[in-house]
């Protein structure tokens, strides 16, 4: 590494008000690296990657590629010099096929016709060259997740990127998708591109990346080979301290206070239809729902939830078969949701923080009363929330839209929780949080079971389940599979399980 | 040319962001009044004078302010629950036919009874009128823009039928409007030998009444989380549909209400030229006070001002007053700009 490297970021510096996002960052990147760029929410590798892009203009400070200063804040300017940004949420017109959202952008303005058989010539060479198969006549719509991704990325290769910046890429991504992703980025580098990718999972960083760079308050408190660190290391610099992690007790289970009988259900656009779903939940246990997003996962959470009513089977809670499923009724026979739709579903992002965790109680007496509500009454429950869950934010009046996510997720937490259920709902709970913020929903959960609520856990991410739940069970294509005991359970055949093969659907008892 | 969300917003700017771009709307019509060959401040000076320079002026303003205060607060309570009600117009048409049905004659009380039953009749029937929309938009999901916009012109038509037709005065000597209300049902004169009636009392009323409801009830709480995010108010378990309903019925009512006011209140019988477009121009009083209600009052009074100067300072000079309808619509822009403004920075390059 001792030739000019590829890229070059120094003194880079960006306030943001009071707040300062990059405090003097500096870094490299050579030919043929990939670099994780490493840290918690907040620790400003979003804001330093959108200077490198030219989305912010930085106040001080400059970035060259291979020697050459790069005019700040110009995406144009960066495109030119080969940057190419992936962004967490994706750029794609739905309505339009693969090939047209990857010409999009690159004809003259006002050329008369477009040349797609060159378009597809191009894109099909790169496909070629790097392994990234997709159908380019097939409409971004009907798409996964993960072939979303492998078009933002060709996207970015077909502008004839040097340099390819992924922001928080596998966040979105099933375990299997991202070894995909890694592979794929592997084979990139390889072939002499550079990769900087963004994240906060150490598996990623130890796994995939050569080198690494931690972030923590806007500076760089780390910098080093992979090779020469470990995730602990890792997480220690990037939290600033020794991670806190959830413990687990094991509690004997209590009475049953979930269980699905033969539950069939379909909506449209949620995936695959549940098929006789079998499941069982008891009091101090939590059941983890393992599976490949887009098995029904969505559909099963919707109908804990109240959202969508089963066309099939019985729905029974502690003992009694709910016959009208809707949000309303599911609060009331004590069921707390914590959905995987933080912003859209579980919070009403303009709204207070202290109207956000009022929304499922306010209607109750003592917080309202003929009509009116009793605003001191929800003020002293929000503040007293506040400060058991921890939830940092400027006030009870502070937009929920300017809190974190991990404070958002606390805030939905603190309501689900502050209402004792029985029963806890918890769809992807810590999807895309930090290490700390994980552990603070990981220990509630627990506690929660502990103090005798049961727990249905759906999750992608293999590690919280098995570190989580009590029982597994797999959803493939709608299905479930016979629990397992998470102590017992063999990690590889849940895995094929996921996968659909050797899948059983005896269902539980 | 870039957008940036503020952190935060201080409250003087959020008040004086409009009122500057009030201004600015005005420097921008300046130009047109010196294209017309006059003076802008001289323009703007009778403009003033017209609107506030007396009691009468001032009384005129204000009775002019009222069904634009009706009819802003009906915009303003549809839209928070993004409950899109273009139909103010028809509502209000909605509003004067009840009173007209009801006050001709057919029903006669002691004044004090006889101006509650008709706001009241009137404002249930425009309720209920929105509730058609409102239905096809739950139901069906038709775009209840599209619908309560085109209903404006069933009322008028069935309007001009009414008046034409069953509802003709046969005293009018062949003018198409019906017969005037009773005495009883005419709502008392606030200041001497003006115009300004109780329904400007009443407006302020409603103003504070929906401020109060938005601000402190369940109702007000409702409508504001269903129209910040239907999707996580239907998760959290909140009676969505019944609080489409309920904000469908306030704002048909309020809108119903000016049409009332403005039928007993300035010119007791039903024309087909109750309104020049009260309804519409709500929406305007409602967008520029950011839906507030009560900042509604404040924006029906400027656009009020605006109306009201602009026919007296046409008469002293030789400009249109259509220099009015130009600065109210300059005026919407500007403000909309500004509020947006006060939320982004634009960041060059």
């Given at each position: 590494m001792s030739t000019t490297p590829l890229l070059r970021l120094s003194g880079i510096t960006k306030h943001f008000g009071p707040l300062t996002?990059?405090?003097d960052i500096s870094l490299t990147l050579h030919q043929g690296e990939m670099l994780a760029l490493l840290g918690e929410n907040g620790a400003g590798k979003t804001t330093l990657m959108s200077i490198l892009f030219g989305h912010y203009v930085a106040d001080s400070g400059s970035v060259e590629v291979l020697g050459l200063p790069l005019p700040p804040g110009s995406p144009r300017a960066a495109l030119k010099a080969g940057v190419g940004m992936v962004h967490q949420h994706f750029t794609l017109a739905g309505n339009m096929t693969v090939l047209e959202n990857i010409m999009l952008g690159t004809e003259?303005?006002?050329?008369?016709?477009?040349?797609s058989a060159r378009a597809l010539a191009k894109l099909d060479s790169f496909m070629e060259r790097f392994r990234l198969h997709v159908n380019p006549h097939a409409l971004v719509r009907g798409l996964s997740v993960g072939e979303r991704q492998r078009v933002e990325i060709l996207k970015v290769l077909y502008r004839d990127a040097r340099i390819l910046i992924l922001d928080e890429p596998t966040a979105v991504l099933t375990p299997q998708e991202s070894d995909h992703l890694f592979a794929t980025l592997r084979e990139l580098v390889n072939q002499g591109l550079s990769v900087i990718f963004i994240t906060h999972k150490l598996r990623e960083v130890m796994a995939a990346s050569d080198r690494c760079v931690v972030l923590r308050h806007g500076r760089v408190v780390l910098e080093t080979a992979?090779?020469?660190?470990s995730a602990e290391d890792l997480a220690k610099a990037m939290v600033g301290a020794n991670i806190p992690q959830a413990t687990r007790t094991p509690h004997p289970p209590g009475d049953e206070v979930l269980f699905l009988d033969g539950v069939r259900a379909s909506a449209p656009d949620r995936g695959a239809n549940l098929e006789e779903l079998r499941l069982s939940v008891r009091a101090h246990e939590i059941l983890g729902i393992a599976g490949v997003s887009g098995n029904g996962q969505t559909l099963l959470a919707d109908l804990l939830s109240g959202l969508v009513a089963p066309t099939g089977g019985n729905v029974v809670l502690r003992g009694q078969t709910v016959s009208r499923l809707t949000p309303a009724t599911m609060i009331r026979s004590g069921v707390g949701r914590v959905p995987d739709d933080r912003t859209g579903t579980g919070l009403v992002a303009d709204m207070t923080v202290m109207e956000n965790l009022s929304t499922e109680i306010y209607r109750l007496p003592g917080f309202s009363k003929r009509g009116m509500l009793n605003f001191k009454a929800l003020a002293s429950r929000a503040a007293q929330l506040m400060d058991v869950f921890d939830i940092r934010c400027a006030g009870l009046g502070a937009p929920v839209r300017k809190l974190s996510g991990g404070n958002m997720q606390k805030l939905i937490l603190a309501r689900v929780l502050s209402q004792g259920p029985h029963l806890i709902l918890a769809n992807q709970p810590t999807w895309g949080l930090d290490v700390g913020a994980t552990a603070a929903v990981h220990q509630h959960l627990l506690d929660a079971a502990r103090r005798g609520a049961g727990v249905v856990l759906i999750s992608e991410d293999l590690d919280e389940l098995f570190q989580l739940s009590d029982r597994i069970q797999v959803m493939y294509q709608g299905r479930l599979s016979a629990p397992e005991d998470t102590a017992t359970v063999d990690r590889a055949r849940l895995g094929l399980m996921m996968s659909g093969q050797t899948f059983d659907h005896r269902g539980a008892a | 040319m870039r957008l940036e969300p503020r952190e935060s917003v201080a409250f003087g700017w959020q008040v004086g962001a409009p009122l500057l771009a009030v201004v600015a709307a005005m420097a921008i019509c300046s130009g047109l009044i010196l294209w017309a060959g006059a003076s802008p401040l001289a323009a703007w000076g009778l403009l003033l004078k017209g609107a506030l320079g007396s009691t009468f002026a001032l009384t005129e303003t204000l009775t002019r302010a009222t069904p634009l205060i009706f009819t802003g607060l009906a915009a303003a309570v549809a839209f928070r629950a993004k409950l899109w009600n273009i139909g103010g117009e028809g509502q209000f048409y909605v509003g004067a036919c009840m009173a007209t049905w009801l006050g001709t004659g057919m029903i006669d009380l002691q004044a004090w009874l006889m101006i509650p039953f008709l706001f009241l009749s009137g404002a249930l029937a425009g309720g209920l009128f929105l509730l058609v929309p409102t239905w096809l938009k739950t139901?069906?999901?038709?775009?209840e823009v599209v619908t309560t916009l085109l209903l404006n012109f069933v009322v008028l038509l069935v309007v001009n039928w009414l008046v034409f037709g069953p509802w003709k005065d046969p005293m009018a000597m062949g003018w198409p409007q019906a017969a005037p209300v009773v005495d009883s049902a005419m709502l008392p004169v606030l200041?001497?030998?003006?115009?300004?009636?109780?329904g400007f009392i009443l407006a302020l009323a409603c103003a504070l009444a929906v401020w109060w409801m938005m601000r402190f009830t369940v109702w007000g709480f409702e409508i504001r989380a269903v129209g910040a995010s239907l999707k996580a108010s239907t998760f959290a378990g909140m009676p969505v549909g019944a609080t489409i309903v309920r904000t469908a019925l306030i704002s048909g009512g309020l809108a119903a209400m000016a049409g009332v006011s403005e039928l007993c209140g300035v010119k007791g019988y039903l024309t087909l030229d109750l309104s020049p477009g009260f309804g519409y121009s709500g929406i305007v009083v409602a967008m520029l006070a950011a839906l507030h209600p009560l900042g509604v009052v404040l924006s029906a009074i400027f656009i009020a001002i605006i109306y009201i100067g602009a026919d007296s300072m046409s008469r002293a000079i030789t400009i249109s007053n259509y220099i009015a309808d130009v600065t109210t619509a300059v005026s919407l822009l500007t403000v909309l700009l500004a509020m947006f403004l006060t939320r982004y920075r634009i960041r060059w390059k």
């Open positions: 996002a990059n405090d003259p303005l006002w050329g008369f016709r477009r040349n992979t090779g020469m660190t | 139901r069906l999901k038709a775009d200041v001497p030998k003006s115009s300004l009636h109780l």
